[in-house]
């Protein structure tokens, strides 16, 4: 069974950092490529960074580029997302799954990441 289990959200001011780690498990970790979403209140979920699966390509957004980076660790089964310069507009549930820039199946709990003053 595929699970993803996201954890390290929490509530900081504009220009904080956060990093968040999702552990995954029920399949071969390091034979998939690995996204981060996210879902504002309201908004369709969407993403924000992927990783590939041979030589951790990486692809991220727009709107973070240059603010977060998405990192991977196969001998931990981890998947990181590091958020540095967060604003409020980053506020939302991030979750990760496996796939490019496309989920492909499962998803967990989510973590809540809120940035405010």
């Known amino acids: 069974q595929v699970q993803f289990v996201e954890s390290g959200g929490g509530l900081v001011q504009p220009g904080g950092s956060l990093r968040l780690s999702c552990v995954a498990s029920?399949?071969?970790?390091?034979?998939?490529?690995l996204s981060w979403f996210r879902q504002a209140p309201g908004k369709e979920r969407e993403l924000v960074a992927s990783?590939?699966?041979?030589?951790?390509?990486?692809y991220s957004v727009d709107s973070v580029k240059g603010r977060f980076t998405i990192s991977r660790d196969n001998a931990k089964n981890t998947v990181y997302l590091q958020m540095n310069s967060l604003k409020p507009e980053d506020t939302a549930v991030y979750f990760c799954?496996?796939?490019?820039?496309?989920?492909?199946?499962?998803w967990g709990q989510g973590t809540q990441v809120t940035v405010s003053s």
């Open positions: 799954t496996r796939g490019w820039k496309h989920p492909i199946d499962s």
């Open positions: 029920g399949f071969s970790f390091s034979s998939y490529s």
């Open positions: 990783i590939s699966n041979i030589i951790s390509r990486t």
